[in-house]
């Protein structure tokens, strides 16, 4: 099924024209739960690697100082909460499962990363593919504050021809336990969908945005939520708009390896829509819909945004929350 982000409430372009020249198109991924395989585009499924390459890996030092799980406790935990009724044996499995493993049992070395993401350029026009390759592989250790890994091997990137791939490998390592759940996508198909978006008002000239601010306290549509930028996870588009954070700025948002200021690759967002974003709710979603297919929670609810360097993207990303 399709997903179409219904139109925006108003062009506000039209009411500030200072904006026409600062749209940007983002593709929204609009992902669900779902079965894909290896020659889709994908949140947390599996993913185009080369039999003969070694799989993505973290050698950093982890932190578990909570109880573990297993990556099939995590799976098995998500099927039975989805059961409308459940069992006593459902009831236990949920306890044991919530006592987790003892962290001393976290076994030492590299230990591999998990899929967060793959994406076909054929969905995501736009994005900065380097020359010869047509695939995005996103990859993550489930043990770090992701928050804070801008340039770490705790995030990394592939990026590939798919056509170079001839061997598929047959079974991706896994972690033998997660740090939290929280990091394990929900395997879901994408519904790529081209919208356009304004920068956040954090993003604009103060004057251009205080002029914002007033036009809204005169009861004119919000521009935080319906106006400006997609909600959900996407792919390139403006950068999300501050929640707890109050300052920023391209010092943040540098290359580690090369000091160019980095551009929105890809956004992870806790919910498709809330509240605030009601209107971007698609067309064909009910009311009532599950707003966190994903089941991916960053920090306390936040959205987390990878970085490219418009210089080479394949210099580590830059990550930030917000």
Known sequence: MTRTTPPRPLDVASVFPE?????????????????????????GGPLLWPAGEPWA??????????PLNTPEEVRTLRRIRARDVWTAEDRAEVSRIGAGHDPALLPEGPHPLIPVAQLYARDVPGLPFPEGTDLLQVLWCPFVDIEDQSGSEAVQ??????????????????????????????????????????????????????????????????????????????????????????????????????????????TLDHAEWDAETESWRPLEEAHGASTTPTEVTVGRGYTLQFYACPADPRHPPVTVVQ
């Open 57 to 66: 890996s973290c050698s950093q030092e982890h932190d578990a100082p909570f």
């Open 157 to 266: 990137l592939r990026w590939r021809r798919a056509g170079d791939v001839a061997q598929v490998l047959a079974a991706a390592p896994e972690p033998a336990y997660v740090g939290t759940d929280e990091l394990v996508p929900v395997p879901c198909v994408l519904h790529p969908e081209q919208v356009r978006e304004y920068p956040a008002a954090h993003a604009l000239d103060p004057g251009l945005a205080g002029r914002i601010r007033g036009w809204q306290e005169e009861g004119a549509a919000g521009y935080r939520g319906a106006l400006s930028v997609a909600p959900g996870w996407k792919a390139g588009g403006w950068a999300a708009p501050f929640t707890f954070r109050d300052s920023g700025g391209p010092e943040e948002l540098r290359c580690a390896r090369c000091s160019a200021v980095g551009e929105p690759l890809l």
């Open 19 to 43: 904006l026409a020249g600062m749209s940007r198109t983002a593709t929204r991924l609009h992902p669900r739960p779902g079965a894909p395989t290896v020659h889709e585009s994908s949140v």
